[in-house]
């Protein structure tokens, strides 16, 4: 019973380096979700999408990109890695919008220096 | 916009005590809320929701909260503290798009 699953755990980047993060759910869940985590500061959206297709920017989608091209995969694209995206790094997957939950991967920390 | 706002940042607890974090949403309609758990290195799991099926939600772990529309509060609360509660707590509440998360409450629990 995999859940969500994301890719790597951990990652150290040097400033302008690019990568991907990944994140898979076997749910057959429509919307997904990238979320970023800070120290004393909630969880923020970056991105997110209702569907394979269509994707949404969230409230800090700056230096970010992603794409959905499969229900189950919605990777997360760092082009050029900056240190105020040292981070972790959440993704989730919902079935619908309103009173379901969002369910969580563990997290990737990305420490760019 | 929807959101939410949880007071204090960091609340201590003896074990066996009461828990109490307290949440306040902003929205001109009944929100669904959530309160989720997160465990050190952990990612979030979900302790109880509101649907508006009920005012008292009970959740997983013995925790509950109560809808308050006319104090717009969704305060999470559990009688008696263990010290596997030891953990961060999230409120969040969801408009459109994902869930809108407040900055979160650090539990510790002295024995």
């Known amino acids: 019973n995999a859940g969500v699953t994301q890719t790597p755990k951990f990652r150290i980047l040097k400033i302008g380096q690019s990568m991907t993060l990944q994140c898979t759910q076997d749910?057959?869940?429509?919307?997904m979700y990238w979320y970023r985590q800070d120290p004393g500061m909630g969880l923020k959206l970056i991105y997110y999408?209702?569907?394979?297709?269509?994707?949404d920017k969230g409230e800090v989608p700056n230096g970010y990109n992603v794409s959905r091209s499969t229900t189950e995969d919605f990777p997360l694209r760092l082009e050029l890695a900056a240190p105020s995206q040292t981070s972790v790094y959440f993704c989730a997957s919902s079935p619908l919008h309103g009173n379901t939950e969002a369910f969580f991967g563990q997290g990737t920390r990305l420490t760019v220096v | 916009a929807q959101s939410v706002t949880q007071l204090g940042s960091h609340v201590s607890v003896s074990e066996g005590a009461l828990v109490l974090l307290r949440c306040n949403y902003s929205?001109?309609?009944?929100?669904?809320l959530f309160w989720y758990v997160q465990y050190p290195n952990q990612g979030l799991q979900l302790l109880l929701k509101y649907t508006s099926a009920a005012t008292l939600v009970k959740g997983i772990n013995g925790f509950e909260a109560e809808f308050k529309k006319s104090e717009t509060s969704f305060h999470l609360t559990k009688p008696s503290a263990h010290m596997s509660d030891a953990a961060e707590y999230f409120c969040?509440?969801?408009?459109?798009?994902?869930?809108?998360f407040g900055a979160g409450t650090t539990v510790t629990v002295r024995a």
């Open positions: 999408s209702v569907g394979a297709g269509i994707t």
């Open positions: 969040a509440v969801r408009p459109n798009g994902g869930l809108s």
């Open positions: 929205s001109s309609v009944p929100p669904y």
């Open positions: 749910m057959n869940h429509n919307y």
